[in-house]
């Protein structure tokens, strides 16, 4: 099992891929730059957000596959 993802996380991962969802992939590193360019939060808020981003972009290809 994962760790659980607070409301602030999926809120923000959501709002961020709905402004800007054609820049971000499913590369956590690329993320972690586009999320630092777009919102100012911690180090570890930053990371843990464009992980979810990465969850979200996977299950939005797996998805389209279907």
Known sequence: MGRIKTAL???????????YG???SE???????IVSKYINVSKKLRN??????????????SKLKK
């Open 48 to 61: 843990v957000i464009a992980g979810y981003i990465v969850r979200l972009k996977k299950q939005e290809k």
């Open 9 to 19: 996380v999926k809120r923000t991962a959501r709002q961020l891929l709905e402004a």
């Open 27 to 33: 590369d956590f590193d690329k993320n972690k730059t």
């Open 22 to 24: 054609d820049e971000f």
